[in-house]
């Protein structure tokens, strides 16, 4: 089995997995990262979405051998303590109701604003709608995210 190297939330690792294995399952069940979700396994829910090389990729449909010597942020490695301030504004806002979703929702938000410092509603509106949540606190997630662009995110 060929082994690929992958800096994953600051540490190198080198682990041995078929070529065509998602990242997701590499995180998951190779590193112990459980944080990044499985929802659709296609690419269409967001669940799964890490920061690879600091773009925002659905780590179910991206091989391994695809990311060979990358660097990989995952929810887990946003912060180290859960104070990223998107993480403080789900809290604050009561975002999470199942929470299966939260961690895609975050490392999405996270990547595009960036690049985006004080988004607008109908920014957060179009660059969170390909990410579903099943419960619909699409509102809270809003709210969220307009509080942790306020404070800095």
């Excluded at 967001?46 to 920061?51: K, S």
């Excluded at 990311?67 to 504004?89: N, Y």
């Excluded at 199942?98 to 929702?105: A, D, F, K, R, V």
């Amino acid at each position: 089995m060929p082994t690929y190297t992958l800096t994953v939330n600051g540490q190198e690792h080198a682990v041995e997995a078929e070529p065509d294995m998602p990242l997701l399952w590499v995180l998951r069940d190779i590193l112990g990262l459980t944080g990044t979700k499985f929802g659709c396994g296609s690419a269409f829910c967001g669940a799964c979405e890490v920061h690879v090389d600091g773009a925002v990729q659905r780590s179910c449909v991206a091989p391994v051998s695809g990311v060979s010597g990358s660097v990989v942020t995952t929810i887990e490695g946003l912060s180290e303590d859960g104070t990223h301030p998107l993480q403080l504004a789900w809290n604050e806002v009561n975002v999470p109701q199942c929470g299966y979703c939260q961690s895609g929702q975050i490392m999405r938000a996270a990547g595009w604003m960036k690049d985006t410092p004080n988004p607008t509603a109908a920014d957060v509106d179009a660059n969170q709608s390909s990410n579903l949540c099943r419960c619909g606190t699409y509102q809270r997630i809003k709210e969220a995210i307009l509080l942790a662009a306020e404070k800095g995110a």
